[in-house]
């Protein structure tokens, strides 16, 4: 019987992240990815959903007055109540189809300093899109369980999450969270201060969609060994007249405009290490550290740490899919890893 239901029912596993949510269905992997943007068409006051994911962010930054482009998720937790909602469900029903006789349960991530109020938002907000059940799991354990690493072993691990909004730095040894903490910087404060380096520095105003180009493009942590490296053309206005003002950027200019937040996240990692009893901290030394998270591909961001830590860095293979692929990994190892999963609160 329990084979037939493993049959019948998607249940699912979802990566709620600032940027990107991610939807694994059990026995399927990863079948969903797409920015976690809505875009209402407002009339009157009122607001009617024109398009979600994809479509959506391609709207941000561009939207006339009657259409409003949202990012739902802030910082990891929920910031606009009903539009997450909506995403989600929107994205459950694109997943999950209509052959099935039972609701899903669902398992979803959170991050691990989420308030009990922010759980709470979440769970309910995945129970009304329809889920039979809904738990949660610490975002570091699933990055650092998609990434590889051995959790569950006495041993100390460390995973540095490197997300849109938040960075989480854990220490994990027999399945759980000896240490973490979650700094609010990741990829958006990354094109804030892209953004930020241009207008100060050439009267140049571009939006955050150029500056998430810049970055992913030729975006480094390290300051290049030529003090150039490789340049982009760019598009923005000029704040001295006014038009339209076509210019380059090079790898020197981004290292620079992104040494600040590149450095909060190196003191991240160096708080969690001076704060992790000395034993683990000794594994960690040993096996080194692993970055999953979207902005764990920024250029040389490895070397960046290695050189500031002393320690080795490894980037995870997928690392934009970690986090889903290790909350899937809980939904399909659900009687080993079951301490791990919060059904309850
Ligand atoms: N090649 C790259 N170089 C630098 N940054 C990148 C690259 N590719 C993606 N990113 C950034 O990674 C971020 C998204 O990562 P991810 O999907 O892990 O975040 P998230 O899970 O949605 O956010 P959070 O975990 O904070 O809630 C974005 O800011 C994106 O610009
Ligand atoms: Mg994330």
Do not use: W
Not at 219 to 230: E, I, V
Not at 262 to 282: F, H, K, N, R
Not at 326 to 335: H, Q, S, V, W
């Amino acid at each position: 019987m329990s084979f037939l239901t493993g049959l019948f029912s998607s249940d699912m596993a979802i990566d709620l992240g600032t940027a990107n949510t991610l939807i694994y269905v059990r026995g399927k992997g990863i079948v969903l990815s797409e920015p976690s943007v809505v875009a209402y068409h407002v009339k009157d006051g009122k607001k009617q959903v024109l398009a979600v994911g994809e479509d959506a962010k391609l709207m941000l930054g561009r939207t006339p007055g009657s259409i409003e482009a949202i990012r739902p998720m802030r910082e990891g937790v929920i910031a606009d109540f009903d539009t997450a909602e909506e995403m989600i469900k929107h994205f459950i029903r694109k997943v999950h189809k209509r052959t099935t006789f039972s609701k899903p349960k669902i398992i979803v991530c959170v991050p691990h300093g989420a308030t009990p109020v922010e759980k709470r938002a979440i769970r309910q907000s995945v129970l009304s899109a329809g889920a039979r059940r809904a738990g949660l799991i610490a975002e570091p354990i699933a990055a650092a369980i998609g990434a590889g690493m051995p959790i569950t072993d006495p041993t100390g691990n460390m995973v540095v999450d490197v997300g849109g909004g938040t960075t989480e730095v854990a220490v994990l040894s027999l399945g759980d969270i000896v240490y973490a903490r979650s700094v609010r910087v990741g990829g958006d404060r990354m094109d804030e201060a892209i953004v930020a380096y241009l207008r100060r520095h050439q009267n140049l105003l571009i939006g955050d969609s150029t500056a998430e180009r810049i970055k992913t493009s030729i975006g480094t942590a390290r300051m290049p060994d030529d003090g150039r490296g490789q340049s982009m053309t760019i598009r923005g206005r000029d704040l001295l007249n006014g038009v339209p003002k076509e210019t380059e950027i090079n790898q020197a200019q981004v290292a620079e405009a992104l040494a600040e937040p590149v450095q909060q996240i190196c003191d991240a990692v160096m708080q969690a290490l001076e704060a992790t009893p000395p034993d683990l901290a000794a594994d960690i030394v040993d096996r080194g550290v692993m970055l999953t998270g979207g902005g764990a591909l920024l250029g040389d961001l490895d070397l960046a740490l290695r050189e500031q830590t002393g320690l080795s860095i490894s980037v995870a293979n997928e690392s934009l899919n970690c986090v889903a692929l290790g909350t899937g990994k809980a939904l399909e190892y659900e009687k080993q890893l079951r301490h791990v999963i919060d059904y309850e609160s």
